[in-house]
């Protein structure tokens, strides 16, 4: 029973309100509530909450390949989608299929030294201000598949504001 103030401990109506209530809340059904909670939910419940989150398709669903990655993907969704156009939320989009280490670099092709004369024998690979590379650091000897990088660079544009554009996703070996 939920306690009741001092003050009002006194008044039978309150009581028996209190009371009424309480008995309410102790018949409903709990398992609707605990689906929420992404770690105990039932795998078939999974494709569900991600709908409802916003996260399918490209929005990280169809990376994320095994259960652990999906469940990782739901509990991130509302970060996903509150941080949607910025590089956080790039960052953190690809974290959740195992890539921790990832580097974003904007404005390519506009950092001019001075080094060079601009006399059309040298492109700057077309990047300009809203431009930006991706750059995933993973350890040495572990490579990414082509398939996985064009999937990932879909999560990118799903992620990614809409006047950027993605010019090269990299990857990048660390040495040990």
Known sequence: MVEIASALQDRPHITNIVEAVS??????????????????????????????????????????????QRRNLIKTAVKLQRTKGTPASIKNAIATLGYDSVTITTSIGIFFDGSYDHDGEITYNGGNWATFNVTINVANGVTIP???????????????????????????????
């Open 146 to 176: 082509d398939a996985t990088l064009d999937q990932i660079k879909a999560l990118i544009n799903e992620y990614k504001n809409a006047r950027s554009i993605l010019n090269d996703l990299l990857v990048n070996e660390l040495e040990a």
């Open 23 to 68: 008995q309410e809340l102790t018949a409903l059904p709990t398992d609707p509530i605990l689906m929420f909670i992404i770690d105990s939910a039932p795998t078939e419940a999974l494709y569900y909450l991600a709908s409802q989150y916003g996260v399918l398709g490209w929005g990280g669903w169809r990376l994320a390949t095994t259960e652990q």
